[in-house]
């Protein structure tokens, strides 16, 4: 959904990638492994599908995920340190709570993921897509999204700092009490935005996008009769 506008990121993103090390196969089930272990590291999970997991508080470090599927997954509070999502449907995953450092998500399916009430550091969104994701009162610094689709996101009382929107779409997504001072929505579409006017000063759009915005003045524009 590549969409030329003529504009450059306001500011470079220096979001650190995962630090991978070396991995080994997953020998066990991840639904039996973390039945009775609270951490998985160093592991490749192949393709397969981890149904209905129940836990708090597991913790992911040095592992990366292709082409799994997570459905009916409850697990807040997770940590995930150095983790990369190749492929996976995360559609609807639980993940209140979370603290994620360096975590990239590639080519995923997003929709309806519970992201509230995180802490998100240095994580990569590329080619994702996915309606209603959850990011409210969370806080998101060095976040890149990359050619996503995720219209009806929430951003609701989130904080946010150096994060980019690139060729991304954010329909009807939400940002109220969010304060969008130093954010550069240029490369993103944002038809139908929510938010409250003194939340949007200091936000970075082209002239273009200006008659998006128009709508949360409650303005009524004719042309003369």
């Keep these: 959904m590549k969409k030329s506008t003529g504009y450059k990121p306001h500011?470079?993103?220096k979001v650190v990638a995962p630090l991978l090390a070396p991995q080994q196969s997953a020998e066990q089930p991840l639904e039996e492994w973390l039945q009775e272990n609270d951490?998985?590291?160093?592991?490749q999970v192949g393709p397969g599908v981890?149904?209905?997991l129940e836990k708090r508080g597991i913790t992911l470090s040095n592992c990366t995920f292709s082409r799994h599927f997570f459905p009916g997954c409850f697990l807040p509070a997770i940590q995930m340190n150095d983790v990369v999502f190749d492929s996976c449907d995360l559609s609807n995953v639980n993940w209140n709570a979370a603290s994620l450092h360096r975590v990239e998500f590639r080519n995923c399916?997003?929709?309806?993921?519970?992201?509230?009430e995180s802490?998100?550091?240095h994580l990569s969104f590329r080619n994702c897509v996915g309606e209603y994701v959850n990011f409210s009162m969370s806080k998101l610094e060095q976040i890149r999204?990359?050619?996503?689709?995720?219209?009806?996101?929430s951003f609701t009382e989130?904080?946010?700092?150096?994060v980019g929107f690139i060729h991304s779409r954010l329909t009807e997504s939400e940002f109220y009490r969010t304060p969008l001072r130093g954010i550069d929505l240029r490369m993103a579409e944002i038809a139908g935005i929510q938010a409250y006017i003194p939340d949007l000063r200091g936000a970075i759009v082209s002239a273009l996008q200006t008659t998006d915005l128009i709508p949360l003045l409650g303005v009524v524009i004719k042309d003369e009769e």
């Design 109 to 116: 399916k997003l929709t309806g993921i519970n992201l509230s």
């Design 39 to 43: 951490s998985l590291k160093d592991s």
């Design 50 to 52: 981890t149904t209905g």
């Design 145 to 153: 999204f990359e050619e996503c689709d995720l219209p009806h996101t």
């Design 158 to 162: 989130c904080r946010l700092r150096s």
């Design 11 to 13: 500011a470079p993103l």
């Design 119 to 121: 802490t998100l550091y």
